[in-house]
């Protein structure tokens, strides 16, 4: 089997999380999607808890690229929240992967075995962690305004913009993201 292989069943499970849920999908679905047998996905991942835990590594490493993309090319701090938002919205609009597969297992978490538990949990660490240093930047670039502490505002933020996918799932209409969204951006921005 070739790390190709390997990359359509990680991918698969990422959709069928992302449709589903942990508890939503099991191998025979990744080989109906992937066209293979469940033997084979046992081969790469021979547990649901050693695929959904390379999924989510996976996820994470592509969001930390995304944000030392946007760190790199965007001057602005919050230009860069603006387009991480904007990222969201079109996802919630446009694809098969209209939620942050880390915020929904975060709804599963006290059923989820604790390997997943730990890559959810990192997921968020990061994403925070990200958050805060950006809006730190903004403080001293002038972009942004904060009210409260840097990591307050940080954690308001992230469950902020994954409420709003959540709700914006819940309600069947991608507008509620785009109007909490926004008004999480207007809040951070200085009073003229």
């Known amino acids: ?10 991918e698969a499970a990422h959709d069928l999380i992302a449709a589903r849920g942990y508890f939503g999908f099991s191998y025979a679905d990744v080989a109906e999607v992937v066209g293979i047998r469940k033997a084979s996905i046992h081969h790469h991942f021979p547990s ?3 695929l959904v835990v390379a999924a989510l590594v996976q996820y994470r490493a592509d969001m930390v690229a995304a944000a030392k993309g946007l760190d790199s090319k965007v001057v ?8 991480y938002v904007q990222h969201w919205e079109e996802c919630i609009r446009n694809s098969n992967r209209p939620i942050c ?4 297992l975060s709804a599963e978490l006290p059923a ?3 390997p997943i538990k730990a890559e959810v949990q990192l997921h968020f ?6 958050v805060k240093s950006t809006l730190r930047d903004g403080v001293k670039y002038g972009s942004i305004h904060l009210e409260h502490s840097a990591e307050v505002e940080a954690q308001s ?3 902020v913009v994954h409420g709003a996918m959540l709700s914006a799932r819940a309600l069947g209409t991608p ?5 909490i969204s926004k008004a999480a951006l207007d809040r951070l921005r200085p009073s003229n």
């Open 125 to 130: 660490r990061y994403l925070a962690g990200w």
């Open 175 to 179: 507008d509620v993201f785009t109007s």
């Open 112 to 114: 989820l075995p604790d």
């Open 48 to 50: 649901k808890v050693d």
């Open 76 to 83: 602005d701090p919050l230009q860069r929240l603006k387009l």
């Open 1 to 10: 089997m070739s790390s190709n292989t390997a990359d359509k069943i990680r």
């Open 101 to 104: 597969i880390a915020a929904l």
């Open 157 to 159: 933020f992230v469950a």
